[in-house]
């Protein structure tokens, strides 16, 4: 086993969110739902549309026999050894969907990484039974934990995260342009077609001519391996044609491009949305693996 998968090994035993499964013990009497105002005893104001936003300022712990208000909650860490924030949703049915992104710099063993996750579960009085996968050197992994929420803190099988205002925890996930993040271009268009590219067999390469509407994106799925290198070019009659990429686990790793040449950090679907920028766009792109 190579050196820095070895320690790698080691070191996310002890780091990485989300490695065994914790079942819930017994049967628990049904709680009151508290906006984290309510649970402070604040009088709560109207919602304004989308899920209010958690900062480590103004939220105060839930009470022990509250479940979590939904909204949008978010939460960092900055150790010795690991730096991350984790984003979470609980929506009105207690699910829980969220992301997290991570460094691990392990001075005393001379090995730095990062990692990122998607996340998934239920959430009942406080606990969330939480499906992890990670994205981490080239690995993905696929894991179980059941984590402690409340709006102030979270604690997961093996690190306590104190609440940040979301609008900090998006800097982690922000693209080359510092302004946005795949999330923002995924909710934009009105619309988004779908194809997943499949190469012929023995080919390393592909190419798609279609053409895209005006306010919609296209997007095409390629899948591919953690340190293979993904060469894209896209040419347009009327010259407004570009695209975007994103990682598996939701990086922004292009913006509004023609040309590009990336090392893939992750293994996994990476996905390229093309668009125009002014009008309907026709296009020809080409896509190879090496």
């Known amino acids: 086993m190579p050196l820095t998968t070895a ?14 499964l914790v079942s819930c013990q017994g049967d628990q009497p049904e709680a009151d739902i508290l906006s984290p105002s309510e649970a402070s005893g604040e009088e709560a ?14 939220l105060p712990a839930a009470a022990a026999d509250a479940a979590i208000a939904p909204g949008r909650y978010c939460y960092s860490i900055d150790s010795e050894t690991l730096s991350g924030v984790v984003r979470l949703t609980v929506a009105e049915g207690q ?14 063993a001379s090995y ?24 981490i050197e080239y690995d993905v992994q696929d894991s179980q934990e059941v984590w402690q929420i409340s709006p102030e803190s979270l604690q997961t099988e093996g690190e306590d995260l104190s609440a940040i205002p979301c609008e900090v925890a998006k800097e982690r996930w922000l693209g080359p342009d510092g302004l946005l993040e795949a999330a923002d271009l995924l909710e934009a268009p009105t619309a988004i077609n ?26 095409y799925l390629v899948n591919a391996q953690g340190g293979q290198n993904m060469i894209l070019s896209i040419t347009s009659l009327e010259d407004n044609a570009v695209f975007d990429v994103i990682s598996p686990g939701g990086l922004l790793l292009e913006r509004e491009t023609t040309q590009s040449d990336l090392i893939l950090p992750y293994t996994g679907d990476y996905q390229i949305l093309v668009g125009g920028t002014r009008g309907n766009a026709s296009y020809t792109l080409d896509i190879e693996i090496e």
């Open 194 to 219: 779908t194809q997943r590219v499949e190469f012929e067999p023995g080919a390393f390469s592909a190419t798609v001519e279609n053409a895209v509407v005006r306010g919609e994106r296209d997007r």
């Open 112 to 135: 730095y990484s990062s990692y990122i996750q998607q996340l998934e579960g239920s959430l009942y009085q406080g606990e969330i039974s939480t499906n992890i996968r990670t994205w």
């Open 45 to 58: 104001s109207e919602p304004s549309g989308s899920p209010p936003a958690a900062t480590g300022s103004d």
């Open 7 to 20: 320690i790698a090994a080691s070191t996310l035993a002890g780091l990485c969110l989300g490695l065994t």
């Open 95 to 108: 699910e829980v969907s969220g992301d997290g992104s991570f460094t691990i710099h392990n001075e005393e």
